[in-house]
């Protein structure tokens, strides 16, 4: 009998000791993988955080430049439908300019007052209309100056370092003026419109102390004066030791 009450005692000890025994293991396990976790929680942190910065800093490069030629897309549909018009101005100065010589080899006095006084009018409404054409370049110079200081600011803002902004064209308007000496030219655009027309842009953001981003982007227009519509030529961000 008392045997078998020993036997019992032994065995419920044994019973009570192993979940102690397993809690202790677990606690060992856990402080054995307690940095492990740590460091894994940090590197997809980490891991995390350079993807939202280079994510971060693309879009606003290509979301910045497209605005920028969004912008340039209204002076440069304004200018070439005047076109038009400058066309139809020609005209009338070369008729002006033959009327004045008609009169001019007659002799007639008044012939001549009246021809010279007609070819006066359409001089100044051929100026009037080329400052029309030339506030529509200066505006998109404007804007696309606006424009890159806009873009420059907003990569400040996330420590860019090393910006540039490239044109392929010297004029924020890839146009050319034809007859290129006439009073009031039409403005074409020129060969290989869009590559000539792109801004590009690059930048570094820094993502760790060691390691930078390096991002670039490029957006032009293509298409007819009707559209003009948005293309994006480049647009990569790739880190940079």
């Not at 000890?13 to 460091?39: E, F």
């Amino acid at each position: 009998m008392a045997l078998r009450r020993f036997r019992f005692s032994n065995s419920t000890d044994a019973q009570l000791a192993k979940p102690h025994g397993q809690k202790g293991i677990a606690l060992v396990n856990m402080v054995v993988l307690l940095p492990l976790i740590l460091t894994l929680t940090l590197s997809l942190g980490l891991a995390f955080y350079v993807l939202k910065r280079k994510s971060l800093a693309q879009a606003l490069c290509v979301s910045e430049a497209a605005r920028l030629q969004e912008n340039l897309r209204r002076p440069l549909r304004q200018l070439i439908r005047l076109n038009t018009r400058a066309t139809t101005l020609r005209a009338q100065r070369r008729a002006a300019d033959q009327a004045l010589t008609a009169a001019t080899l007659s002799g007639i006095p008044y012939a001549i007052a009246v021809a010279k006084a007609v070819q006066t009018a359409v001089i100044a409404e051929q100026v009037a209309f080329h400052l029309r054409q030339l506030a529509l370049l200066s505006q998109a110079e404007g804007l696309r100056a606006e424009g890159r200081r806009s873009l420059r600011a907003r990569a400040m803002h996330m420590g860019a370092q090393e910006f540039t902004a490239r044109s392929f064209y010297h004029r924020a308007l890839a146009v050319e003026p034809l007859p290129v000496d006439s009073l009031t030219p039409d403005y074409k655009t020129v060969p290989f419109f869009e590559r000539a027309q792109q801004e590009r842009f690059h930048f570094q953001v820094p993502l760790t102390k060691e390691w930078r981003q390096l991002t670039e982007c490029s957006v032009t227009l293509q298409g007819e004066s009707k559209q003009w519509d948005l293309r994006i030529l480049a647009a990569k961000a790739q880190p940079n030791s």
